[in-house]
């Protein structure tokens, strides 16, 4: 790495990630410097295969990066990250799910595999993310990486001679994820009564975070509340400016009985009260 990869991801002065530590005798000239984060690597390896033809490209790295601290020896942060490129090529069939959300998704998987519990995906301001795909990715409140698609001030340094390429980005510190998994797992029987899934779709500011709103209906105050899922975000036609829909699947289910469809709907209703009172918002019909 050199001070050039860090003004390519506009890395700004006083960033952590400015200090740097100077490397004696490189072997080469562009890797003078002790890596601070693995995205201007990842990036290299994306050039290099681009380059030769390679048009799905899906690399990770585990390696650590250094944080020059002023003292003798310098700060090592264990790190995992990756680089995700998917050519767009024409198609009969629709693919809905951008990279973006493909790589969400098997973060998502990785913490659901390590039994890591609380996470949350956040508005980031990384100055190299796009603004509208990209998040800081949080656990128990705890900042442990980001994700994101390179900006178009990025992507066009590149040089890739592509229309609106998506290069999606994460990197993440590995020793506060593993600091992260219960030491202890719970055993939870298979449940014996069924369950219940109603959807509630509603319109909020767009400044609001899906997560802060399904983190308040899973915060209700009640214990037939199984879980919580995002299926849909929507702007557009008939979503008045400024706002976006919102729209969740929530799972009812009692451990010790068969619901009645008329409680479930009660308490769907009151739940439906207390998110539009909660956020200012209204439901979408």
């Not at 072997?27 to 030769?52: A, H, M, Q, V």
């Not at 509603?202 to 802060?212: F, M």
Request: charged share 25%; proline share 6%; with cysteine.
């Amino acid at each position: 790495m050199n001070e050039a990869d860090l003004d390519m991801l506009h890395i700004p002065q006083g960033d952590r990630r400015r200090k740097t530590i100077s490397i004696k005798n490189p072997l080469r000239k562009e890797d003078s410097l002790l890596r601070t984060t693995l995205i201007p690597g990842l990036i290299g390896n994306f050039i290099y295969n681009f380059s030769r033809g390679i048009k799905d490209i899906k690399l990770f790295e585990v390696s650590r990066v250094f944080e020059d601290m002023g003292r003798p020896l310098p700060l090592e942060i264990a790190c995992i990250g990756g680089i995700f490129y998917m050519e767009k090529l024409p198609s009969l069939w629709k693919e809905d799910a951008g990279g973006f959300y493909l790589v969400k998704g098997a973060i998502e998987a990785l913490f659901e595999a390590l039994h890591i519990r609380g996470y949350a995906f956040v508005p980031t301001r990384e100055p190299f993310l796009h603004p509208g795909l990209s998040c800081d990715i949080r656990v128990s409140g705890a900042n442990v990486g980001f994700l994101g698609a390179l900006s178009p001030a990025v992507t066009d340094k590149l040089d890739l001679k592509v229309t609106k390429p998506e290069i999606i980005v994460f990197e993440m510190d590995i020793d506060k994820l593993i600091s992260m998994i219960p030491v202890s797992l719970e055993y939870s029987p298979i449940p014996k009564f069924p369950c219940i899934e109603r959807d509630m779709a509603i319109i909020v500011d767009e400044r609001l975070s899906a997560s802060d709103v399904g983190n308040l209906i899973r915060a209700y105050p009640s214990e037939l509340i199984e879980e919580v899922s995002i299926f849909d975000l929507y702007k557009g036609k008939h979503i008045p400016e400024g706002e976006k829909s919102l729209a969740f699947t929530i799972r009812y289910r009692s451990g010790s009985r068969t619901l009645m469809e008329s409680e479930v709907e009660d308490l769907h209703q009151n739940i439906a009260k207390y998110i539009t009172a909660e956020t200012g918002g209204k439901l979408r019909v």
